[in-house]
C-alpha cells in the first residue's frame, strides 16, 4: 500500500515562495505517474502539476511560476511553487497512480489517482 504524506505548506505573501514535500513509502511498482492536486473553498479539485520518468505537465494557471520534481533516492516528491498569488490558495495534496505501460505522460484527473495524501494548507495573502 502506498502511503503518501505532505508537509511545507503554510502562509506567505502574494509574490512569495513555498516548497511542498510529498514523502512516499510503499511503493510496489517501479513506475508512478506522481502529482499535485489542489482544492480552494468552494471550488472543484484540480491538477497542478504531474510528473513521470522525469516528464512533467502543468496546469496553465501554474506554468512558469510552479516546478514539479522529485528525489527518487528519497522517494520524496516536490512542487516548488515562486511568485505566489491569492489565487493558489487552497489544500494541495499529492497523488499517485500506476500508469500504462505505454504512457509517456501522466493526465490530470483526480478520479485516475489511486492513492492520496492528506493535504496541506497554502494561504497566501495580497
Known amino acids: 500500500q502506498v502511503q503518501l504524506v505532505e508537509s511545507g505548506g503554510g502562509s506567505v505573501q502574494a509574490g512569495g515562495s513555498l516548497r511542498l514535500s510529498c514523502a512516499a513509502s510503499g511503493y510496489t511498482n517501479s513506475r508512478y505517474c506522481m502529482a499535485w492536486f489542489r482544492q480552494a473553498p468552494g471550488k472543484e479539485r484540480e491538477g497542478v502539476a504531474t510528473?513521470?520518468?522525469?516528464?512533467?505537465t502543468y496546469a496553465d494557471a501554474v506554468k512558469g511560476r510552479f516546478t514539479i520534481s522529485q528525489d527518487n533516492a528519497k522517494n520524496t516528491l516536490y512542487l516548488q511553487m515562486n511568485s505566489l498569488k491569492p489565487e493558489d490558495t487552497g489544500m494541495y495534496y499529492c497523488?499517485?497512480?500506476?500508469?500504462?505501460?505505454?504512457?509517456?505522460?501522466?493526465?490530470?484527473?483526480?478520479?485516475?489517482?489511486?492513492?492520496w495524501g492528506q493535504g496541506t494548507q497554502v494561504t497566501v495573502s495580497s
Open positions: 510528473i513521470l520518468d522525469g516528464r512533467t
Open positions: 497523488a499517485a497512480k500506476i500508469p500504462a505501460f505505454w504512457a509517456w505522460t501522466c493526465g490530470s484527473r483526480g478520479s485516475d489517482y489511486t492513492y
